[in-house]
């Protein structure tokens, strides 16, 4: 299920994968991926049409299957494959307003988040801000790292990632630039190479970008933010001496964290 979405929401961008050993005490219980496999196999309901001609039962009779009783009124008014009610009565696609999709009782849906703002620090010019430059350099002597702040992520209760990838357009190739979590707040419009925020020291992924449109899986870190770590954003870096660079997000085509999550 998961790579089918990514396969196709993703268009032409090349999926780099993640680094194995980022787990950052991710919780790999699992027990959200129930039932996510097999569920074609619950077509055919059609077939049990027709209870509704068992009259004559002292109680109410069960609801067939794909339709529910979720009100106080006799009778199985509602349907296990609605948004508002799929597949039990208190199980909603509806967030915020919006309506996702039902599909076998399990809500999935897709978010873009753009970046909010990005910005790099130059280890040569150290007390320089480069907030609205157009380009994120990523390179190492001297060094160029590269700071992503990210909205938050949905809030839904019991809700797991089956993607997640940071897209970004590379307007110059490189080679192994790191994806890191940032650990402290900061601002893009006072941030320079003198006043960085910490760095995780695990990186999420490493990649080595050609030209265009890249998209580094960060399933794991996606899923240390809904459970409400708090997200502080993502800094790309390299000790490689051989410089990428990205469109940052006065272009109009910065960063873009992209999710699929269902529940
Ligand atoms: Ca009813
Ligand atoms: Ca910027």
Redesign the pocket.
Known sequence: MGLAIVASASGCLALVDPNPSFDAGLDDSGADDSGETGKSSETGKGSETGDAGETGDAVPTACAEGSLDCDEIAGCEASAEAPETCGSCDHSCIVDGVTHSCGAGVCTASFELPAL???IADEAMPELNY???DVLWVRANPSCDAFIELPALPEIPGASVDAAWLALIATDGGANVEVRRLLDPWD?SELTWSSPPALDEVAVASFSPGLGGVGVRVEALAEIWLSGAPNYGLALTTEINNQAAFA???TGEGPVLHLELSW
Request: charged share 40%; no cysteine.
């Open positions: 703002s990005d910005v907030e609205g430059d893009a940052s997000i006065e």
